[in-house]
């Protein structure tokens, strides 16, 4: 089933976004340092996954959930929205341990 693959990860993107949006922990609360901070991520792992399939421990496999369209060798499109969507849930994660660590703060002092 191709595209199943890309299909997956943006319905849990959204879902994250969904959760981001009632909270206000990232895109919602500073959407241009939340698109920086996922950029300079997304980045930062393209560039890592450029090292490992230049050194050979990177390997696409053959997959049907994948759509088939490599943007390098042993690179699919997926790659990319996989990567930003790792870093956004990060972000998420994090803001959201924040606030809950915050809150537990304030409740123990008070």
């Not at 390997?59 to 943007?71: A, M, Q, R, W």
């Not at 997926?78 to 537990?104: D, I, K, M, Q």
Request: hydrophobic share 60%; charged share 15%; no cysteine.
């Amino acid at each position: 089933m191709p595209g199943l693959y890309l299909a997956a990860i943006l319905v849990s993107a959204a879902g994250v976004a969904l959760l981001d949006r009632r909270w206000r922990l990232a895109a919602w609360s500073s959407p241009g340092r939340t698109a920086a901070a996922v950029a300079i991520g997304t980045a930062f792992f393209l560039v890592w996954d450029a090292v490992g399939i230049a050194a050979g421990v990177f390997v696409k496999g053959d997959s049907p959930l994948l759509i088939g369209i490599d943007l390098a060798p042993h690179l699919p499109l997926e790659e990319p929205f996989f990567l930003a969507f790792l870093s956004y849930l990060a972000l998420v994660l994090h803001a959201g341990a924040t606030r809950l660590l915050t809150r537990r703060e304030r409740v123990e002092a008070a």
